[in-house]
């Protein structure tokens, strides 16, 4: 009788054991800030596993305490709170040293030593004390221990690499962000001079290296797009781009996108028409943002299509959003690349030479800014479409005051659009193939 009470009350300790090991895991998994967590654990260590429960940190070779915890809190404060006397010094030595837990027993007195160990690096110790509660710890028990201790030093190194990760990218942002803004200034008095000095030149001396000249502006342009897109993308990470959003007619806003876009178009000899909705609508929106987005979506139809193909811009109301699609006749996205499509950086590998991989993901998250989504669809046979909505103002006669938002970094994307319905009456323009200008 006495042997089945014995194996009853053992029973009983390993399932408490086990359960203390399953919520420990579940906090020290709970976040980054493992100071938090591992005091938390401590916490819930006593008295299931102890008495008193010691959490340190080793820094710069010398341990720190992290988290005191003790059934009795006048013994959180008391010699009972660290490792006392020759036995239990000459085990945390001990510990330290062989990276192995430690069982010492010393009167009344039963203490385990666990160290926190991960990647070959001690990082710190948790000490378990039984005084009051008459518990005496033996070998045996030094398996729960180690098991906590394991799973603790993962939550530690896990936290510092993301700590190191976190730093790493606000440096790089922080360097890329530097970087491009001092370029930036140098690069508009090269443009500044070349435009002036195309301006200003008589007729008669404009033949003199002219196309040197021109092609001294179109590498300063280009230039500045791509600094313009890593600052976008380093404010759209960090979380700090801002979108001043107002309301605007969507007439005026394909008029300043056919103005800007029809001379790229023209240069590789595609068809650009632009097919504003039959009605007079108001967006609400950044006029400026939404003009790069459309000369992001237009400038990847215009990369990718074939001289004598054909993009078509157009928009109508849908469900209290207006609905944007540019529309090519280009060779299609295979769908397998589809839902990658929006990741900075991302290139198929076929097309990898043909830019950046930054418009798309910067498109993506200034429309989401907006208050909009953003998605591609791509036929087997051919043709491509990006679609992007907006939200219409009903009160189209009264433009509300512009309120700046701050836009977050793109979410996950997404494939598939609504398909367009019956078209307007086109305003359109034809690119004639111009001279080429990059010799």
Same mark, same amino acid.
Request: aromatic residues 4%; charged residues 20%; contains cysteine.
């Given at each position: 009788?006495?042997?089945?009470?014995?194996?009853?009350?053992?029973?009983?300790?390993?399932?408490?054991?086990?359960? !203390?090991?399953?919520?420990?895991?579940?906090?020290?998994?709970?976040?980054?800030?493992?100071?938090?967590?591992?005091?938390?654990?401590?916490?819930?260590?006593?008295?299931?596993?102890?008495?008193?429960?010691?959490?340190?940190?080793?820094?710069?070779?010398?341990?720190?305490?992290?988290?005191?915890?003790?059934?009795?809190?006048?013994?959180?404060?008391?010699?009972?709170?660290?490792?006392?006397?020759?036995?239990?010094?000459?085990?945390?030595?001990?510990?330290?040293?062989?990276?192995?837990?430690?069982?010492? &027993?010393?009167?009344?007195?039963?203490?385990?030593?666990?160290?926190?160990?991960?990647?070959?690096?001690?990082?710190?110790? $948790?000490?378990?004390?039984?005084?009051?509660?008459?518990?005496?710890?033996?070998?045996? &028990?030094?398996?729960?221990?180690?098991?906590?201790?394991?799973?603790?030093?993962?939550?530690?190194?896990?936290?510092?690499?993301?700590?190191?990760?976190?730093?790493?990218?606000?440096?790089?942002e922080d360097v890329l962000s530097f970087v491009s803004h001092d370029l930036?200034?140098?690069?508009?008095?090269?443009?500044?001079?070349?435009?002036?000095?195309?301006?200003?030149?008589?007729?008669?001396?404009?033949?003199?290296?002219?196309?040197?000249?021109?092609?001294?502006?179109?590498?300063?342009?280009?230039?500045?797009?791509?600094?313009?897109?890593?600052?976008?993308?380093?404010?759209?990470?960090?979380?700090?781009?801002?979108?001043?959003?107002?309301?605007?007619?969507?007439?005026?806003?394909?008029?300043?996108?056919?103005?800007?876009?029809?001379?790229?178009?023209?240069?590789?000899?595609?068809?650009?028409?632009?097919?504003?909705?039959?009605?007079?609508?108001?967006?609400?929106?950044?006029?400026?943002?939404?003009?790069?987005?459309?000369? &992001?979506?237009?400038? &990847?139809?215009?990369?990718?299509?074939?001289?004598?193909?054909?993009?078509?811009?157009?928009?109508?109301?849908?469900?209290?959003?207006?609905?944007?699609?540019?529309?090519?006749?280009?060779?299609?996205?295979?769908?397998?690349?589809?839902?990658?499509?929006?990741?900075? !950086?991302?290139?198929?590998?076929?097309?990898?030479?043909?830019?950046?991989?930054?418009?798309?993901? $910067?498109?993506?998250?200034?429309?989401?800014?907006?208050?909009?989504?953003?998605?591609?669809?791509?036929?087997?046979?051919?043709?491509?479409? !990006?679609?992007?909505?907006?939200?219409?103002?009903?009160?189209?006669?009264?433009?509300?005051?512009?309120?700046?938002?701050?836009?977050?970094?793109?979410?996950?994307?997404?494939?598939?659009?609504?398909?367009?319905?019956?078209?307007?009456?086109?305003?359109?323009?034809?690119?004639?193939?111009?001279?080429?200008?990059?010799?």
């Amino acid at each position: 009788m006495a042997s089945e009470m014995l194996g009853q009350s053992d029973a009983n300790v390993l399932l408490q054991e086990a359960r !203390f090991l399953a919520d420990a895991s579940a906090m020290l998994a709970s976040s980054f800030d493992y100071r938090a967590t591992l005091a938390a654990v401590a916490r819930r260590a006593v008295p299931v596993l102890a008495d008193v429960c010691i959490v340190q940190i080793l820094d710069a070779g010398e341990l720190h305490r992290l988290a005191v915890v003790a059934a009795d809190p006048a013994a959180a404060t008391g010699p009972r709170s660290e490792a006392s006397g020759a036995g239990e010094i000459a085990a945390l030595e001990r510990a330290l040293q062989t990276r192995e837990g430690v069982v010492a &027993n010393a009167g009344a007195r039963s203490t385990m030593i666990v160290p926190l160990v991960a990647r070959d690096t001690v990082l710190g110790v $948790i000490t378990l004390i039984a005084a009051e509660s008459g518990r005496r710890y033996a070998h045996a &028990n030094l398996a729960t221990a180690r098991d906590l201790g394991a799973r603790a030093a993962m939550a530690i190194d896990n936290a510092r690499l993301f700590e190191r990760a976190q730093q790493a990218i606000r440096s790089r942002e922080d360097v890329l962000s530097f970087v491009s803004h001092d370029l930036r200034n140098p690069l508009m008095g090269i443009l500044l001079t070349v435009e002036t000095v195309l301006r200003g030149a008589p007729p008669e001396e404009r033949r003199k290296g002219w196309k040197q000249l021109e092609r001294i502006q179109r590498g300063a342009l280009q230039m500045r797009r791509m600094i313009d897109d890593l600052l976008d993308v380093a404010s759209l990470d960090a979380g700090r781009l801002t979108v001043d959003v107002g309301a605007h007619d969507v007439g005026r806003l394909f008029d300043d996108a056919l103005a800007a876009l029809a001379p790229q178009a023209a240069a590789k000899g595609l068809t650009l028409r632009f097919q504003p909705p039959g009605d007079a609508l108001v967006v609400r929106c950044d006029a400026d943002r939404v003009l790069q987005v459309l000369s &992001n979506l237009v400038g &990847n139809s215009i990369t990718f299509t074939p001289a004598g193909g054909s993009i078509t811009v157009s928009a109508r109301a849908a469900a209290g959003q207006l609905l944007f699609a540019v529309s090519d006749t280009g060779p299609g996205i295979a769908p397998a690349l589809r839902p990658r499509i929006f990741e900075r !950086f991302w290139q198929a590998e076929a097309t990898a030479r043909k830019g950046q991989g930054l418009g798309l993901y $910067i498109a993506k998250g200034l429309v989401e800014a907006q208050g909009g989504t953003i998605s591609v669809d791509s036929a087997d046979t051919g043709g491509t479409t !990006f679609s992007f909505t907006l939200p219409i103002v009903h009160a189209a006669s009264a433009p509300a005051a512009s309120v700046q938002t701050t836009a977050s970094p793109p979410a996950a994307s997404s494939a598939g659009t609504e398909k367009d319905g019956p078209r307007p009456v086109a305003k359109t323009t034809t690119a004639e193939p111009g001279p080429d200008l990059a010799t």
